[in-house]
Structure formats: C-alpha cells, structure tokens
C-alpha cells in the first residue's frame, strides 16, 4: 500500500497519519494542497487539523484547494480515500459524501476515547473489524455532530453505508454514548461505492499499545481483497465482495 | 526632572505617565542619551524599561538561581531554555503568564498566552511537542468567575487544538485571593536536535532584517506597560491592549520556521512578542553585540495611518523576526510564501551598537542599545514582612477537631473542586495529537514518549502552597519538590526547571518581601534538589484596586523517565496489594500539622493561618529516590503524591482512578492533639507518597526506604468497592467518584456551589 497523506495549511495529523501508515506496513507520501499529482498513490487520506483555518465553515475552503480536483477524479474513478475528522468535514463539503458536520452538542471540543461499532456493508476500511467487538479510537474534535436531512439518514442507513457508530461497551448506540450529538450516533459513512470513508474518530492515534488501543489498525491496514488490489491500477472499482 | 519652565514640566509628566516610566528613569535616559529623548524614543524606553521587559525589580533577586548543569545547553536569557536529553535531542521549554490580558478579555488572552509561548520554543528551532497550564480563579461558586473560568479554558482549547499542540497537563486552583487577577501561565516543551538550535543573535553587518508573518495592526499596543501596571476601575477600558490571536497563522508559521532549522543562511530567529518590534528586535541585536537600521515604512500594516511609534509597540501577534544571510532574503521569503506567509525587508544588521529608526528617510529615533536594553536602573523597594504574618504563624490549627463528621469534612472537601478531577477542562484539550502521549492529564505527571527511544519526558507544573502570603519562602520551596515529586512518581528523574513568578505589586513592602522570600525559597528547593533553573518569566503587579494577589511561584519541571516500561500511575490496580505511605507518617508529629493554609482549613474554616508544612529538602530527595527506584526495578504497582488534600484526596484518587477500594488501619493515638484526626486525614505534610505493591514485596518496599532513611508506614491493602479507615469513615467508591468528577463541572459548567 501507498497511502497519499494531503497536507493542508493548518493541517496536524498529517505527521499521525505517516507514523500510522508505517504501523500497518504501508508507504506514506505527502500530497501538497496546492499540487494536482497524486504521486501513484493508492489510498488518499485527508487528515485531521484546521485545513485553512477552518474558516467560513471547516473544511469549505480546503475543498475548493487545487488537490482536491484530483482527489475527487481519483475517488470517482473507485480509489481509496480516508476522510478523518477534518478529513471527513473537508470530503462533506466537496460532495464525496452526503451531509455536514456542525458544532457538537454542548458547543464544546472533546478530545477522548470512543468505542465504535462496525457495521454496514463491508468497504475497504472496515471489512475486516466487521463482526467484532466495538473498537476503541479516540476523537478530538469541536464540530463533529453528524447532520443530514431525514432522507439523507434513512438511505444511508438503507444502503449500509453507516459503517461506524458511537457505541457502549456492549455495542449499544446509546445518548450517553454519543460524543457530540450526532444524528442516530453515526461517526462515519461511506461512498455509494464503498470507496471513500469519512469519520470523526482518530485511527491514526490507535496504532500502538502504548498510547492506549491498537483498534486503529484495524481500519488502516485495510481489508484482504483491496489490499491486494491496491497494486492493481486504482480505476479499478473498490466494490464490496459478494 | 531637568527643566525648571512648569508648563514643560507639566506636559513631561503627562507623557511619562504614558510610558509608564518615573521621573528618575527619565534623568537616567537624559543623563545616558547626553540629549533629551523625543517622544517616540521615550516611548521605546517605556516598554523596554517596562517590568514586564527589563525585570528591573527582579533581577538581581533571580541572580540567586542555580542556572547551570552539564545537560544545560541553553539557560535563561534567550527565547527559552535547553537541556540536553543524551543521544542527539534536546528539550526545549518556558514557561509564561498571560494574567492581565486574560483577565480583561479570557478567550483572547488565553489564547494568545498559548501562541507567545509556542512561539518562544519553536524560535529556538524546536518542534513543540507539549503544553501545560496552570490557572488560578477567585471562587468558581461565584458566576463571574465560572465564566471566567470556562473562556479562558476555551482560549487555551481553541489556541492550542488548531496549532495542533497537545495539551498534556496542568493545575487549576481556586482562592479568594485571585478573584480580581486571574492568572493563566502557559508551559511549552519542544525538542530538537542540538546542532539545529537556533539563536536569537543578530549578527553581521550588512545582513538583512526580516519581518514575517501576520500585518502589524493597533492591537496589543502598549500591551508589555499595561501588564506592569495594577488594575483600576478602568481596566475594561484597556481591552484594545489585548492582543487578537490567529492560531492556524501560527501553524503555518511553526512549520516554515521548522524547515528553516539547519539552514545556513539563517542567523538569528526571535519572537515578536510582548513590546513588539521593539523589544525584539533590540533584544536581539543587543544579544549579538550589534546595532540595526530599521525602516519602519516597510512594515507591512494592516490600518492606515499608524505612527512608527505605533508600528514599533505593536504587539499584532504570530510574527516572528529574523535575521539571514545578505542575498538569501528571496529563497527565505520564498519558503514561507508556500506557507502563504508574507515577509518584509525590514533593516540591517550594523556594527554600530544603535537601534536606528526612520520612516522612509525620515529618521525617527536613534538610541544606543545598552542603554535601551540593559541600563533601566534596577530598583530594590523596601520589602516588609505583612503585619499580620506572626499572628498567621502562630495559630494553630491543631487545637480544633474536625467541625464534622470524617466522611462530611471529605465530601466538602472534594466537592470544593481544588482537590477534584480537572477532566471537565481537560476534555477540551486535545492531549493526544502527535501520538507521543502515553500519559495525558489526570496523573500526577504527563508523559511523553520520545521516538524511537526507549526513554520519555515526565512534564508537571505546580503552583505551591497557599501559606505564600505569610511563608512565601516555605511555599515556592513546597512548588519545586512537588512539581519534582510529581515527576518521580512516575519514575522519572527530574533535570531542570522553569518558572513563573506571579506576585502583586513589588511597590508594596510586604508583596517586595513576599517576591524576595520566595525567590530564596526556589533558589533552596532548586539546588537542594539538583535542578538548574533554564527559563521564566516575572509577573508583578497583579493586583486590583489595592489588593494583591496571593503570591504564586509556578513551576514547571521537565524530566526523564529511562524507559517507559518503569512507568506507574496514580490508580491501586487490583484488590490485595499492600498499601504504603512513604515519607512522615503522622502529619499532626509536625507543628500545625500540615493543616496550616491548607484546603481542609480553607474550606472547612474559611482560614490561612498556622504554621507552614514543615520541608526537610534532604528527606524530599531520599524519598523521590526511593520511589524512583522502586518504580524503576518494577517493585510498584502504584504511586501518587500526597499533597493539597492530605492522605484523604490521594487515597481518593488512588481508588478512584481504576475503581479499587481499599480497607486501612489508622494507628490508634490516645494522646493525640484534637486536631489530630484532621491532620491525618488531610494535612498537607510535605515529602509524602502513597504507593501499593505486591503485599509479598512490601517487606522489600519498607527494607529499601529504611535504608534511605525514609519513614514508612503500611497502611492497610486494596479491596472491593469500597474506602474504609477503620472506625473513621466507610466511603462507598461511587459517592467518592461522583464527589470527585462531579465538582469542576458543577462549579464552571452551572457556576454553582
């Protein structure tokens, strides 16, 4: 794997992310926002940070930067791409995936360890954690609060593409699990094709036991088939196995 | 004054009421210039000759400070201090106030204090890695003070969250006392490679000036003045003086510095901080034994119609200056153009020993840089101890029993929120970006670890004791063995120390004498204890309308844990470990007990009064090693310092931390003082941990403290779900949690007692 990690002015977890890909064995290149190459890249992660500030709305600039151009031609055509907390503000606001993030519930920043039930259909990121226990990945965010209208929810939810949920630690999706007042618990959705995963959580801060859950890992090292198919061209479509 | 004409009088007295300086400052600036300052010079004196710049008061009394060590790389005088960590890496850290802006404005001021201290460590070429607070509030049951509370942890959150710093600990106390002044002090810990540390000394002639970062505009002028300067009625009016922050400027700004580290062409790089352009550009010119030509009409603004003076004491945040080699100014101000940084020619480096200002050809000012920098006279007010310390000395709050019930004197206690869970403000910081927290807030010291190494950082910052008013030496002595103390609980061994000094006003005997003793006080602890003191900051006249603030010497102490696998935290673990006190067993054995200006007194009796703990500095360095060492050669499971609250609040937090209880036997005591039950329970002796082991390694526990000289007494073992102190209290875990967490929230979410 060869993870492409874009760095945005303002953008922090970038350096996470690098120490993350090298975790689960993968390469890590960075994408400057400014360039338009994707450098071969197979995954496209946008990190957590305040991307341009956050001004105007998080994420509503970064997603007009020239990188995204290829970002979003990169994801049409089936690649991979990882959206985490500012990542998933920034592929809300350029359309790669429905809704938008507003400010939590309690108007306040919470940084802290969450449990997420993996659930859906099976994507690229969460395949191989399907089944099994809630896992245990921290957030830190102030405008994490998943919001889209009630069509919106009910297709996502329809579809399986609710694929991480604020869960207890007997998986259930409770209020008092839910960090931030996200509509029906949900931390992260996934692309009609199952190809671009955005979520509020940190992997990236999950990779070693030493800071607390090696969980992340799960997510990052990315599931068998698409593993292997990361060394094939990236138009080939990433679709959930049958 | 030198004229004889009234009228000039008159109107020289107005305008060094502006700049804050004293009729005698001004012979002195006369007498040195050989001529009479015009107004813009004599502006740039008042901010340079200001407290906040030139330390006049406090310098000589500093001078006492051990400052020196083999790992000392760089102590205090520049941006911050380095320690060198061994095998290619230095630590890099300082600590500051931010108290006057933060009282008047908290989000901003808050904030800013954040941007001002991450700036002085990344100057130095480090990346920062860490930042703690410590914050004091009047009583948080009174609403204006919750607000208070809340913005100023937004301020930090919002700063520090977007520059992408972890916050990884810190203290927040309340006291009457700070009810007017606020204080907020801002730690930062860099690291860096020793040969990439970058100085801030301009140097070669001919060499050009740089400006960078964000637009000089009116905000924060005169803020260096006002921050030397007592709060009046009229101190809501001086919000202007504060300073607006732009954190994600910030970031873009650290990480161009950061890919300047190593550059050869780079020769100097400084923070543009408190005083503006001029205190750093005069600082650094002064450090590197040079002169400079500025031309103010280069400063990119962002109002119209700034005077240079303006221009000069503009304290516009996330700018930086530096000094490069001539012809590299293109290629420097190309790199932070990527960062969509702007960068001005601002001057040149000369030989000629002068600050020189003009205004496109029009000169404006032209003073020698010793005077500037180094000539404000100092000034030794007469110190008095307060009338009332004798008396305060000679309570003693032995002789009252508990007002209450045991358990009652305990919920009171936690549920005043000084000896609470700190969590409500600490979920609002990110503490855990950069990957390197392997100890966040919560325990008694952070810990971070250092890459691809085996070793870590122990990172605490403590403000001391409340006896401070009437036994300041006593309580700054008290901050460096605790903040120390903290760092060896967790298995690290302390190397240096930076401080803030928060004092009232140094024009008022008793508050001189306060600053005074408490300087010896750091300067006792310090070499004591083997720790040079690498950075610091000064913060006087917090006062208001006439009142000081208690006097608060904060310390930050950075330490080295050898390797991570030696690291214990505050939590009993599981039941059945034996529970241990290292360090004096019985507090009430001590004059006053340790209940003197405690939390017990200040809750329970509203009191400050009685004999200061006693500090044997001697015994405090045998019983960190012994927990050192016994943390090191994996003897134990837990342990936690035993300080503000007594045994009481460490048992608490040692059970509640992973919800063990614990079942103990206080010794029988027929003869004992009435007070006697309160001392055990929550009087502050000093030099105390609370540790659990193994029960078959307790004997091994006792046999290496014996050897070191240090009292120990076995307290009872860990169990269920419960505390119970036999015929004392029987405390189930869930009221102590619920005490415990629910406090911090309660007092600054609802603003409620």
């Known amino acids: 794997m060869r993870f492409g990690i874009v760095v945005f002015p303002g953008t922090w977890s970038d350096r996470d992310c690098a120490h993350a890909a090298a975790a689960v064995g993968a390469e890590a290149v960075t994408l400057w926002h400014a360039d338009r190459d994707l450098r071969g890249v197979d995954c496209v992660v946008l990190p957590g940070g305040f991307a341009y500030g956050d001004y105007l709305r998080a994420g509503a600039i970064a997603a007009h930067a020239p990188i995204m151009t290829s970002v979003r031609a990169f994801a049409k055509a089936g690649g991979l791409v990882l959206g985490i907390c500012n990542g998933f503000q920034v592929l809300c606001e350029a359309r790669l995936l429905p809704g938008a993030l507003l400010r939590n519930r309690g108007l306040q920043f919470r940084c802290g360890w969450t449990r997420l039930g993996v659930e859906g259909r099976p994507t690229p990121f969460t395949a191989g954690a399907l089944g099994g226990p809630p896992l245990r990945i921290p957030i830190a965010h102030g405008e994490g609060r998943y919001h889209a209208d009630p069509g919106t929810v009910a297709a996502l939810e329809a579809e399986g593409r609710v694929v991480l949920r604020y869960v207890d630690d007997r998986g259930r999706a409770t209020a008092a699990a839910n960090p931030n007042g996200s509509l029906a618990n949900i931390a992260g959705i996934v692309s009609r094709n199952g190809n671009v995963l955005g979520m509020m959580p940190h992997p990236e801060r999950a990779c070693e036991a030493v800071l607390g859950s090696v969980d992340g890992l799960q997510l990052l090292r990315m599931a068998g088939p698409w593993r292997a198919r990361a060394a094939a061209p990236a138009a080939a479509v990433a679709t959930a196995p049958r | 004054m030198t004229s004889s004409d009234p009228d000039l009088d008159r109107g020289l007295a107005r305008r060094l009421e502006a700049t804050g300086l004293t009729p005698q400052e001004y012979d002195a600036i006369v007498g040195g210039l050989g001529r009479t300052p015009n107004p813009t010079e004599l502006a740039l004196f008042g901010v340079l000759w200001s407290e906040h710049c030139s330390y006049k008061t406090s310098r000589a009394l500093l001078r006492q400070l051990p400052t020196t060590a083999p790992h000392v790389l760089q102590g205090p005088g520049e941006n911050a201090g380095v320690i060198d960590l061994g095998g290619g890496l230095a630590c890099c850290f300082k600590i500051e106030s931010h108290n006057h802006p933060s009282a008047i404005e908290p989000v901003q001021g808050a904030a800013t204090g954040v941007g001002g201290i991450l700036r002085d460590v990344f100057a130095m070429g480090a990346r920062p890695v860490a930042l703690l607070d410590a914050l004091a509030f009047g009583e948080l049951a009174e609403g204006p003070q919750a607000h208070l509370g809340r913005r100023v942890v937004e301020g930090i959150a919002w700063y520090g969250n977007c520059v992408g710093i972890p916050t990884v600990g810190g203290e927040l106390v309340q006291d009457a006392g700070y009810r007017d002044n606020c204080l907020v002090n801002a730690m930062c810990v860099g690291l860096a490679r020793p040969e990439g540390l970058i100085r801030a000394r301009a140097e070669g002639p001919g060499n050009p000036v740089l400006l960078v970062g964000s637009d000089t505009g009116r905000d924060g002028i005169g803020g260096a003045a006002f921050a030397s300067a007592e709060f009046d009625?009229?101190?809501?009016?001086?919000?202007?003086?504060?300073?607006?922050?732009?954190?994600?400027?910030?970031?873009?700004?650290?990480?161009?510095?950061?890919?300047?580290?190593?550059?050869?062409?780079?020769?100097?790089?400084?923070?543009?901080?408190?005083?503006?352009?001029?205190?750093?550009?005069?600082?650094?010119?002064?450090?590197?034994?040079?002169?400079?030509?500025?031309?103010?009409?280069?400063?990119?603004?962002?109002?119209?119609?700034?005077?240079?003076?303006?221009?000069?004491?503009?304290?516009?945040?996330?700018?930086?200056?530096?000094?490069?080699?001539?012809?590299?100014?293109?290629?420097?101000?190309?790199?932070?153009?990527?960062?969509?940084?702007?960068?001005?020619?601002?001057?040149?480096?000369?030989?000629?020993?002068?600050?020189?200002?003009?205004?496109?050809?029009?000169?404006?000012?032209?003073?020698?840089?010793?005077?500037?920098?180094?000539?404000?006279?100092?000034?030794?007010?007469?110190?008095?101890?307060?009338?009332?310390?004798?008396?305060?000395?000679?309570?003693?709050?032995?002789?009252?029993?508990?007002?209450?019930?045991?358990?009652?004197?305990?919920?009171?206690?936690?549920?005043?929120?000084?000896?609470?869970?700190?969590?409500?403000?600490?979920?609002?910081?990110?503490?855990?970006?950069?990957?390197?927290?392997?100890?966040?807030?919560?325990?008694?010291?952070?810990?971070?670890?250092?890459?691809?190494?085996?070793?870590?950082?122990?990172?605490?910052?403590?403000?001391?004791?409340?006896?401070?008013?009437?036994?300041?030496?006593?309580?700054?002595?008290?901050?460096?063995?605790?903040?120390?103390?903290?760092?060896?609980?967790?298995?690290?061994?302390?190397?240096?120390?930076?401080?803030?000094?928060?004092?009232?006003?140094?024009?008022?005997?008793?508050?001189?004498?306060?600053?005074?003793?408490?300087?010896?006080?750091?300067?006792?602890?310090?070499?004591?204890?083997?720790?040079?003191?690498?950075?610091?900051?000064?913060?006087?006249?917090?006062?208001?309308?006439?009142?000081?603030?208690?006097?608060?010497?904060?310390?930050?102490?950075?330490?080295?844990?050898?390797?991570?696998?030696?690291?214990?935290?505050?939590?009993?673990?599981?039941?059945?470990?034996?529970?241990?006190?290292?360090?004096?067993?019985?507090?009430?054995?001590?004059?006053?007990?340790?209940?003197?200006?405690?939390?017990?007194?200040?809750?329970?009796?509203?009191?400050?009064?009685?004999?200061?703990?006693?500090?044997?500095?001697?015994?405090?360095?045998?019983?960190?090693?012994?927990?050192?060492?016994?943390?090191?050669?994996?003897?134990?499971?837990?342990?936690?310092?035993?300080?503000?609250?007594?045994?009481?609040?460490?048992?608490?937090?040692?059970?509640?931390?992973?919800?063990?209880?614990?079942?103990?036997?206080?010794?029988?005591?027929?003869?004992?003082?009435?007070?006697?039950?309160?001392?055990?329970?929550?009087?502050?002796?000093?030099?105390?941990?609370?540790?659990?082991?193994?029960?078959?390694?307790?004997?091994?526990?006792?046999?290496?403290?014996?050897?070191?000289?240090?009292?120990?007494?076995?307290?009872?073992?860990?169990?269920?779900?419960?505390?119970?102190?036999?015929?004392?209290?029987?405390?189930?875990?869930?009221?102590?949690?619920?005490?415990?967490?629910?406090?911090?929230?309660?007092?600054?979410?609802?603003?409620?007692s």
């Open chain 2, 233 to 752: 009625e009229h101190a809501a009016e001086r919000r202007p003086a504060v300073q607006v922050g732009n954190p994600f400027l910030e970031k873009c700004l650290l990480e161009a510095c950061q890919e300047l580290v190593g550059d050869p062409d780079l020769v100097a790089l400084q923070d543009c901080g408190a005083a503006g352009l001029t205190s750093s550009c005069a600082e650094m010119a002064h450090r590197g034994g040079m002169g400079l030509d500025l031309d103010v009409s280069r400063v990119s603004r962002r109002e119209q119609g700034m005077t240079p003076v303006e221009v000069m004491l503009s304290e516009s945040q996330e700018r930086m200056v530096l000094v490069v080699s001539r012809g590299a100014e293109a290629r420097v101000a190309a790199g932070f153009a990527r960062w969509g940084l702007h960068t001005d020619a601002i001057g040149t480096v000369r030989d000629h020993g002068r600050l020189r200002i003009a205004d496109g050809t029009e000169p404006v000012a032209d003073l020698p840089l010793s005077l500037l920098v180094d000539g404000s006279p100092e000034r030794r007010p007469p110190a008095a101890p307060p009338a009332d310390r004798e008396r305060r000395l000679a309570a003693d709050p032995l002789a009252d029993p508990l007002p209450c019930p045991a358990a009652v004197a305990w919920q009171r206690i936690l549920e005043a929120g000084n000896c609470a869970s700190a969590e409500w403000v600490w979920r609002q910081y990110d503490h855990m970006v950069g990957d390197d927290t392997v100890a966040g807030p919560g325990g008694d010291a952070a810990v971070v670890r250092l890459r691809g190494r085996d070793d870590a950082l122990a990172l605490t910052v403590d403000g001391g004791h409340r006896c401070g008013a009437y036994a300041p030496r006593r309580a700054a002595a008290i901050a460096v063995a605790e903040a120390s103390r903290n760092c060896a609980v967790v298995g690290a061994t302390p190397l240096a120390v930076t401080n803030c000094l928060n004092f009232g006003s140094p024009d008022r005997p008793e508050v001189m004498w306060q600053l005074e003793e408490a300087i010896s006080g750091l300067a006792d602890a310090c070499r004591a204890l083997g720790l040079p003191v690498v950075s610091g900051n000064v913060s006087l006249y917090n006062d208001t309308l006439g009142r000081s603030i208690p006097p608060t010497p904060v310390v930050g102490v950075v330490g080295r844990l050898a390797s991570l696998a030696h690291r214990i935290g505050i939590g009993f673990a599981e039941p059945g470990l034996a529970v241990v006190l290292l360090g004096p067993p019985d507090p009430s054995a001590e004059a006053g007990g340790g209940l003197g200006a405690s939390e017990y007194q200040r809750v329970l009796w509203g009191r400050c009064e009685g004999p200061a703990p006693h500090l044997d500095l001697d015994l405090e360095a045998r019983v960190q090693e012994v927990v050192r060492r016994a943390a090191i050669d994996g003897l134990l499971r837990s342990a936690h310092d035993c300080a503000r609250g007594g045994l009481a609040v460490a048992l608490t937090e040692s059970c509640v931390s992973k919800g063990v209880g614990a079942h103990l036997r206080p010794p029988a005591m027929p003869a004992a003082p009435p007070g006697w039950l309160a001392a055990y329970l929550f009087g502050e002796a000093q030099s105390r941990v609370l540790v659990s082991c193994d029960r078959d390694r307790a004997a091994e526990l006792g046999a290496r403290a014996t050897a070191q000289r240090v009292p120990h007494s076995l307290l009872g073992v860990t169990a269920g779900p419960r505390l119970a102190l036999d015929g004392v209290v029987d405390l189930a875990l869930s009221d102590l949690a619920s005490w415990w967490h629910g406090a911090l929230p309660r007092l600054l979410q609802e603003g409620v």
